[in-house]
Structure formats: structure tokens, C-alpha cells
């Protein structure tokens, strides 16, 4: 199973951007998915998540400025970032809780995308 990130990039403060990560591979399923974020010199933090039947949770930092989708057909996660702040830069990365096989299932993580908010 592979996760390819796209969509960061360089953005002014106050600007938007949309990321995206696709799975591919053999799977039958996708549970949750979500957004992680790892700024330098500090820890991996989750930024938002979904779950199978769509319940979203957000970051504080984050809520009410980013919104996270999925699209089943597509086994894939989206996250539309507005109002980006200089804090908000960091390395993005997306991860997948999939169902293997019927007893079997394990986490896999993208590649990680760079988020940049500067003017």
C-alpha cells in the first residue's frame, strides 16, 4: 500500500492551499485517514482526521480554518487549509489506517509534502 502526497507548495499568510493523498496498492478498505504535521525541531502533530463513517476531528490550532474530506471511490484524503498563519509551515503528512485482508490491517504513512507560509 502507497500513500502519494501532493498539493503544498509556498503561500503569503492569510492564502489557501489543498492537499491531497491518494492510497494505492491491494487493500480491501480504508478506515480512518488523516493529516499529520512536523515543524522543525518539533514533534510529528496530528492536524486533523476522518473516519470510516465521515466524524472528523480537528487540531485546536487548526479548526475552523481547515477542513478535511475523503472520497471513498477514489481512496483518497483531502485537506483544504485557509488563512494560513507562518506557525502553520511545516512537512504535511498523511496516513491511512487500511484493512489488509479480513483479519489484517495496518497504518501506512505518505511521503510528506512541504507547507511554507511566508511573505
Known amino acids: 500500500v502507497q500513500l502519494q502526497a501532493s498539493g503544498g507548495g509556498l503561500v503569503q499568510p492569510g492564502g489557501s492551499l489543498r492537499l491531497s493523498c491518494a492510497a494505492s496498492g491491494n487493500f480491501i478498505s480504508i478506515y480512518g485517514m488523516a493529516w499529520h504535521r512536523q515543524a522543525p525541531g518539533k514533534q510529528r502533530e496530528l492536524v486533523a482526521s476522518?473516519?470510516?463513517?465521515?466524524?472528523?476531528n480537528y487540531a485546536d490550532s487548526v479548526r475552523g480554518r481547515f477542513t478535511i474530506s475523503r472520497d471513498n471511490l477514489k481512496n483518497s484524503v483531502s485537506l483544504q487549509m485557509n488563512g494560513l498563519q507562518p506557525e502553520d509551515t511545516a512537512v504535511y503528512y498523511c496516513?491511512?489506517?487500511?484493512?489488509?485482508?479480513?483479519?489484517?490491517?495496518?497504518?501506512?504513512w505518505g511521503q510528506g509534502t512541504q507547507v511554507t507560509v511566508s511573505s
Open positions: 496516513a491511512a489506517s487500511v484493512r489488509i485482508t479480513t483479519y489484517n490491517s495496518a497504518n501506512y
Open positions: 476522518i473516519s470510516g463513517s465521515d466524524n472528523t
